[in-house]
């Protein structure tokens, strides 16, 4: 087998290496897939830049999902078999010809199903389901926000969103961005970069108007959001993008303030709540929980009530243009990488 690995941190045209590897065998309760594509995340991102914790060290293989054939089964996998197509959720290695990975983490697909829309279903749209179906329980009526509603996650929480019938606001930072989220069901379109959201919601619905929020930015972001949250208002953190834009010690240090503080006592007076997702935890200590986001968001990909968004396709030879362009915030939808 083959595999890309994370050499070097930094430049994306520098930071990858295909190496060869001795075909591993799945272990009790495993399956291994041999991978036609793998999604980028920007996750992936942010352990080229060396600012991931939870990335492995170098040279690592990166890749939290993969959409391929199983081609072995370990002990104990009585419901799969080889040759049937999935998709599957994977802690790091998915960068590679072939992955092994949990049986609760794969979910069946037709095998006419789009490699990019699958791979979606992973790691977006199982986050997404967490949050939004797990976590907030969604109700009709609802006024949400969705930050970054154009990225893969956003895509996916917008989607849930309307599918319970909320007002969905999303905020993204450029004009053809604004007109996807016009395409996907976004009620309220909030350029970033031409005026404040927090403002633009006030003038809209007034203070403390929001139900929801759902963040990936962090830092003031995350602590605009709470601001706004009315009584039984709930907000979701599930990243810090905005720590890639700020690299030395003392502007992280500004990021990890501009959250703000918050005690437990407030939070009862005021009725809001502060929620924090990460699927590599879920993963880890609720594998049940894992399966069943993974199940749902493919079985209503399948009824049609879910519609993953493709987004750029790259071969593998261009995994570092592939990273690039995640990285320039100019995608829409799910980026992939396909190996054959």
Known sequence: MEAYFLVRHGNAETAFEKRALVLPAPGPGQVRIRVEAFGLNFADVMARHGMYKDAPPLPAVLGYEAVGRIDACGENVKDLSPG???????????????????????????????????????????????????????????????????????????????????????????????????????????????????????KLFGEKSLDAVFDAVGGKSFKKGFRLLRAGGRIVGYGAAERLEKRNFFSTLGLVLGFGFYHPVALLMSSRALIGVNMLRIADQQPDVLQHCLDEVVRLTLAGELDPQAGAVFPADELGKAHAFLESRKSVGKIVVKIT
């Open 84 to 202: 049937q197509r999935v998709v599957a959720f994977t802690r790091f290695g998915a960068y590679a010809t072939h992955v092994i990975t949990q049986r609760k983490a794969v979910a069946k697909i037709p095998d006419d199903m789009d490699a990019c829309r699958a791979a979606a279903l992973a790691t977006q749209y199982c986050t997404a389901w967490y949050a939004a179906e797990e976590c907030m329980k969604l109700r009709a009526g609802e006024r949400v926000l969705v930050q970054a509603a154009a990225g893969g996650v956003g895509t996916a929480l917008v989607q849930i969103a309307k599918r319970r019938g909320c007002i969905v606001i999303g905020t993204a930072g450029s004009a053809e961005k604004l007109d996807y989220l016009e395409r996907i069901g976004v009620d309220h379109p909030i350029n970033y970069r031409a005026q404040d959201f927090s403002e633009a919601i006030v």
